[in-house]
Every structure is written in structure tokens, then in C-alpha cells.
């Protein structure tokens, strides 16, 4: 069964930087796209990155040139540094597939944004 664990959540003041990781276990990793998402209070989760099994990537607008996703197929881990963060940022980030989650998602690392 897929288990997604994520860490290197925390809090970050405005314009400083963070870097998640996600190591998956039960899957054939390096042939998956792989996904970051994030859930802020009161709103839905959303894709804010993704990467295919070759490494092509793809960003929401709201993150893009201040992300960056990246993979690591030897340790069956994806990451995603964070830089020039905002106070908009802050939500509970999640790993999974990308674009095609599954319903076994892992409980998520925590990003807060505040001065």
C-alpha cells in the first residue's frame, strides 16, 4: 500500500525560505509524476507542483519562479524548496501523485508564513 511521509514544515518569516520532503514507500517510485499540494484553512487542497517521472515540471501561478520541486529516484523521495515566502503560503503541505492523487494521503508537514 502507498505512504507518503512528509517533513521540513515550520515557520518562516515573509521572504524567507523552506525545503519539504516527501519520501514514498510502496510504489514503483521513479515511474510515477509526483505532486506537492497544500491545504490552507477554510480552503480546498490544491496542486502547487508537480514533476513527471523524467523530471519535467510545472507550476501553479501563484508559486511559480519562488518553488521549486525536485526528485531523488535512488531514495524514493520528492522536495520542494521553498524560497521568497509568503504570508499566503502558509497551509499544511502534502505529497502525492501528481495530478492523480490518491485517497491514502499522509498527514502533511505544516508551513507557516509570519513575521
Known amino acids: 500500500q502507498v505512504q507518503f511521509v512528509e517533513s521540513g514544515g515550520g515557520l518562516a518569516q515573509p521572504g524567507g525560505s523552506l525545503r519539504l520532503s516527501c519520501v514514498a514507500s510502496?510504489?514503483?517510485?521513479?515511474?510515477?509524476?509526483m505532486g506537492w499540494y497544500r491545504q490552507a484553512p477554510g480552503k480546498q487542497r490544491e496542486l502547487v507542483a508537480a514533476?513527471?517521472?523524467?523530471?519535467?515540471?510545472n507550476y501553479a501561478d501563484s508559486v511559480k519562479g519562488r518553488f521549486t520541486i525536485s526528485r531523488d529516484n535512488a531514495k524514493n523521495t520528492v522536495s520542494l524548496q521553498m524560497n521568497s515566502l509568503k504570508s499566503e503560503d502558509t497551509a499544511v503541505y502534502y505529497c502525492?501523485?501528481?495530478?492523480?492523487?490518491?485517497?491514502?494521503w499522509g498527514p502533511g508537514t505544516q508551513v507557516t508564513v509570519s513575521s
Open positions: 502525492n501523485f501528481g495530478g492523480a492523487p490518491t485517497s491514502s
Open positions: 510502496g510504489i514503483m517510485f521513479r515511474i510515477y509524476a
Open positions: 514533476i513527471t517521472s523524467r523530471g519535467s515540471t
